[in-house]
């Protein structure tokens, strides 16, 4: 199975700020990347698909980037609404994995 | 509007079984490739296994954790998607989530956009 490591665990950031989440596969898997944002008691949300499209409705300060092992997701300039937790996914072949999570904190 | 909602999720003892249901409305479900994730309590995402659609053969994948105890299942007629949970462990405690995993036309690009609320389901004794 294709390990998907995320980095960091947990971020603290203020209102206004760039931040980026990393994620590291195990092996190569393109482009076949995907992003998703998961707000307390809800169920996630796609924000990015194939590493860098942005998915309809969301944001254009949300950002993607990366192929082969290592992708980022680039907050612009960070929104109250954007303190949630995210989740890189591959979906180069099954099972299909998520990376542990980065939970996204207020300052 | 394009909608999911789970059904089924109950609190039952480890070897039980459950059966979860997922009510799908405002696209094509039959043509949709469907995929149940998890969540445990205070965790991340897992998932669970995938059923394509008929027209491109019906197939199930599963993670190995439930491989051989779990079954993805559909019912195009009735626009709902299941899953048959056998030989449940404590471990399977979980929210569960449907979602479909869309393909990029045209390509191989595979991604969860619709997802349900979830539904609780409840392993202990």
């Known amino acids: 199975d294709i390990q998907m490591t995320q980095s960091p665990s947990s971020l603290s950031a203020s209102v206004g700020d760039r931040v980026t989440i990393t994620c590291r596969a195990s092996q190569s898997i393109s482009n076949y990347l995907n992003w998703y944002q998961q707000e307390p008691g809800k169920a996630p949300n796609l924000l990015i698909y194939a590493a860098s499209s942005l998915q309809s409705g969301v944001p254009s300060r949300f950002s993607g980037s990366g192929s082969g092992t290592d992708f980022t997701l680039t907050i612009s300039s960070l929104q109250p609404e954007d303190f949630a937790t995210y989740f890189c996914q591959q979906s180069d072949s099954t099972p299909y994995t998520f990376g542990q999570g980065t939970k996204l904190e207020i300052k | 509007e394009v909608q999911l909602v789970e059904s089924g999720g109950d609190l039952v003892k480890p070897g039980g079984s459950l059966r979860l249901s997922c009510a799908a409305s405002?696209?094509?479900?039959?043509?949709?490739?469907m995929t149940w994730v998890r969540q445990a309590p205070g965790k991340g995402l897992e998932w669970v296994g995938r059923?394509?659609?008929?027209?491109?053969?019906?197939?199930?994948d599963y993670a190995a954790p439930v491989k051989g105890r779990f079954t993805i299942s559909r019912d195009d007629s009735k626009n709902t998607l299941f899953l048959q949970m056998n030989g449940l462990k404590t471990d399977d405690t979980a929210v569960y989530y449907c979602t479909t995993d869309t393909n990029l036309p045209g390509y191989y690009y595979y991604y969860m956009d619709v997802w349900g609320k979830g539904t609780t389901v409840t392993v202990s004794s």
């Open positions: 405002g696209f094509t479900f039959r043509n949709a490739w």
């Open positions: 059923i394509k659609s008929e027209t491109d053969g019906g197939t199930t």
